[in-house]
């Protein structure tokens, strides 16, 4: 691992974590090349980022739950082999219900150079601390349908609200939102803008 990136668990004081690629649930199924262990890598910057993060959140009632940091770059290749196979179903309804598995690259929900590989981008979500129980967010990580963009019509005031929450939370500790993702932000004075990783997370 780059000597500036580390695992978040150990430099987050609390935080939360299921490193959704490195298990079978996710939008591929099965886990994915590059993820050897559940957790969550990123920059020192990252990480220093989060635990203002995380205590912002947890003046409001809420705890952060991350499930993604830095992703390998073999890891987003695989995705775009994956996006070219053919279509099996396994997981299309949960994920990608009115689209075809090909159109998440058009769309903009996968990328073929992703902010995740630069090691300063996350996709996470609240929860509260009286309960342990995930915050409403009208929908689930990866979910590739305009219901997941900020200002989605359509979802509960509650819903609305939480992400609300999550995204004033982010801005306010130096991260920018991504208008299509909900649970997607990235440190705006990131170290490595132009900087595709590849080691894997072990």
Request: glycine share 10%; proline share 5%; with cysteine.
């Given at each position: 691992?780059?000597?500036?990136?580390?695992?978040v668990?150990?430099?987050?004081?609390?935080?939360?974590?299921?490193?959704?690629?490195?298990?079978w649930?996710?939008?591929?199924?099965?886990?994915?090349?590059?993820?050897?262990?559940?957790?969550?890598?990123?920059?020192?910057?990252?990480?220093?980022?989060?635990?203002?993060?995380?205590?912002?959140?947890?003046?409001?009632?809420?705890?952060?739950?991350?499930?993604?940091?830095?992703?390998?770059?073999?890891?987003?290749?695989s995705?775009?082999?994956?996006?070219?196979?053919?279509?099996?179903?396994?997981?299309?309804?949960?994920?990608?219900?009115?689209?075809?598995?090909?159109?998440?690259?058009?769309?903009?929900?996968?990328?073929?150079?992703?902010?995740?590989?630069?090691?300063?981008t996350?996709?996470?979500?609240?929860?509260?601390?009286?309960?342990?129980?995930?915050a409403?967010?009208?929908?689930?990580?990866?979910?590739?349908?305009?219901?997941?963009?900020?200002?989605?019509?359509?979802?509960?005031?509650?819903?609305?609200?939480?992400?609300?929450?999550?995204?004033?939370?982010?801005?306010?500790?130096?991260?920018?939102?991504?208008?299509?993702?909900?649970?997607?932000?990235?440190?705006?004075?990131?170290?490595?803008?132009?900087?595709?990783?590849?080691?894997?997370?072990?």
């Amino acid at each position: 691992m780059n000597d500036d990136f580390g695992y978040v668990d150990d430099l987050v004081p609390g935080i939360r974590w299921d490193a959704k690629y490195a298990t079978w649930d996710n939008f591929t199924g099965i886990p994915v090349d590059g993820y050897f262990a559940n957790r969550i890598v990123g920059t020192l910057a990252l990480c220093t980022a989060l635990v203002s993060a995380q205590e912002k959140a947890e003046s409001l009632g809420f705890g952060l739950l991350l499930w993604d940091g830095y992703r390998p770059q073999r890891a987003v290749d695989s995705f775009l082999h994956w996006s070219a196979q053919p279509e099996d179903g396994r997981t299309k309804s949960r994920h990608y219900p009115n689209i075809d598995r090909a159109e998440m690259f058009a769309k903009g929900y996968v990328a073929a150079k992703s902010g995740h590989t630069r090691g300063s981008t996350v996709d996470l979500t609240l929860f509260h601390l009286t309960t342990g129980e995930r915050a409403d967010m009208g929908g689930d990580h990866d979910l590739m349908d305009p219901v997941s963009h900020h200002g989605a019509p359509g979802i509960t005031p509650l819903a609305t609200a939480n992400r609300h929450h999550l995204r004033s939370i982010m801005e306010a500790c130096g991260f920018g939102s991504y208008e299509s993702e909900w649970w997607h932000y990235t440190l705006k004075d990131e170290p490595y803008p132009d900087t595709y990783f590849d080691f894997p997370i072990t």
